[in-house]
């Protein structure tokens, strides 16, 4: 079995911080990509920002220059810190890891997601 946690949301003011940690557990291989989601109401889910297992990045135009993802592989955990953030980035967010279990082919994984609300 294969856990996806996220944690760190909540409601902030307009130009505020926020750091989301996303914890992957169970019986793991390896993690390629792991990455953060976004959905608003009434919106598709988006990509935000993903990070591959040797630390290439890659950002939403909207979110470069403010947020920044890292890892800690030995952890299993990807990070999001959110900087000046806008009521726009509103939204539920959402971790995904690729994972490989043991003698398995590597899919991907969803955490619950966790709400993060900027008031202007």
């Known amino acids: 079995q294969v856990q996806v946690v996220e944690s760190g949301g909540g409601l902030v003011q307009a130009g505020g911080s926020l750091r989301l940690s996303c914890a992957a557990s169970?019986?793991?291989?390896?993690?390629?990509?792991m990455g953060w989601y976004r959905q608003a109401p009434g919106k598709q889910r988006e990509l935000v920002a993903d990070?591959?297992?040797?630390?290439?990045?890659n950002y939403a135009d909207s979110v470069k220059g403010r947020f920044t993802i890292s890892r800690d592989n030995a952890k299993n955990t990807v990070y999001l810190q959110m900087n000046s953030l806008k009521p726009e980035d509103t939204a539920v967010y959402y971790c995904?890891?690729?994972?490989?279990?043991?003698?398995?082919?590597?899919?991907?994984?969803w955490g619950q997601g966790t709400q993060v609300t900027v008031s202007s």
């Open positions: 169970g019986r793991i291989s390896s993690i390629n990509v």
């Open positions: 995904n890891a690729n994972i490989r279990q043991y003698y398995r082919s590597p899919r991907d994984y």
């Open positions: 990070i591959t297992s040797s630390g290439t990045t």
